[in-house]
């Protein structure tokens, strides 16, 4: 009885903690949640969808996520590494020598030029 | 999203297949790894044609199984001497687990399928007490196809969306666990409170 009254406890203290944590995360109002954005979660992806972008991605999911060529990132990211396409953003940025968050933030600019170009082809 | 399950993801993305049984394989012996948000993940690669949801399904349905047996056949073939060793057989709720699972195998073999890291502690005991292999291989696969299923198609259907339930989603298979672990304490105390005369 008294192992159950401490497991009973444990279980109110940690959905209590549950409660708070999603509550910071502001997940009951989060935009992403509707309807619309859930029809969207199928659909091609667009310029405003690069923020998806993180940094344990492969290239090469990045490149299938936002249907890109194989080798735009490569070309426009000048991507020297044997490894290209099947390495991550985070293994990008530690070769290149620089955060991240830089890398991050590099790949999501090459994808949108490339995203924006598509959908506002120069006539 | 935490460090490891980062780790996890991109690893799954370079090697696939074989990192997913690798981790699960892991996850189902003993090793504490965020399979749950893992395979959620997998699902949501499905939905974008990265991977196949049903070779995804049976790798971690194979995985899981396989874990579970090696941990079964490890202690039913060295377990009496690692549990003397660490006088393990000494604790009160040890001889009363144990007890559980030798009037009831399936049951709760079958129920540890979704209490998380309680599983392999089940399959380490059921391997320990002797449980017959038929008596454990047929509940723990039919509950090893039932969870991977459930995340992997929850996943799916999430889509890109998929880290955003993520959080919640573990949250809920922690619910779902500690329900289990609280249900096999109850038959447990039940037990006890029929034997000493008070039900």
């Known amino acids: ?123 | 999203m935490g460090s490891l399950l980062s780790s996890i993801l991109s690893y799954v993305l370079v090697y696939r297949y074989a990192a997913i049984f690798v981790f699960n394989f892991g996850a189902a012996m003993i090793l504490p790894l965020p399979m749950s948000a893992t395979l959620l993940a997998v699902g949501a690669f499905s939905s974008q044609g990265y991977f196949n949801i049903w070779e995804s399904l049976a790798v971690a349905v194979s995985s899981n199984v396989l874990g579970d047996l090696a941990d079964y056949l490890l202690t039913r073939r060295y377990g009496a001497t690692i549990i003397r060793k660490l006088k393990i057989d000494q604790s009160r709720f040890f001889v009363q687990f144990e007890e559980e699972l030798r009037h009831d195998a399936a049951g709760t073999v079958f129920s540890s399928r979704f209490a998380g890291s309680l599983s392999s502690v089940v399959n380490l005991l059921a391997g320990f007490v002797g449980v017959p292999l038929l008596s454990f291989i047929i509940p723990d696969i039919i509950g090893d196809v039932i969870e991977p299923t459930v995340i992997l198609f929850v996943g799916y259907i999430l889509g890109i969306y998929w880290s955003n339930a993520s959080d919640i989603f573990t949250l809920l298979a922690a619910v779902v666990a500690t329900a289990v672990v609280l249900f096999v304490m109850f038959r447990i105390y039940r037990r006890m409170a029929r034997r000493n005369g008070s039900l």
């Open chain 1, 1 to 123: 009885m008294i192992l159950l009254s401490i497991a009973l406890v444990v279980l109110v203290v940690f959905f209590a903690i549950a409660i708070v944590h999603l509550k910071r995360l502001e997940f009951i109002d989060q935009q992403r949640v509707e309807v619309s954005d859930f029809l969207r979660s199928h659909g091609s992806l667009t310029a405003d969808d690069v923020s998806l972008i993180t940094s344990w991605m492969t290239f090469d999911y990045i490149n299938r996520l936002f249907k890109l060529p194989e080798d735009y990132l490569k070309t426009s990211l000048s991507v020297s590494d044997s490894r290209y396409p099947q390495m991550s953003v985070y293994a990008y940025a530690k070769a290149s020598h620089t955060s991240t968050a830089t890398s991050v933030a590099e790949v999501s600019s090459a994808v949108r030029d490339y995203l924006i170009k598509q959908a506002n082809p120069v006539q």
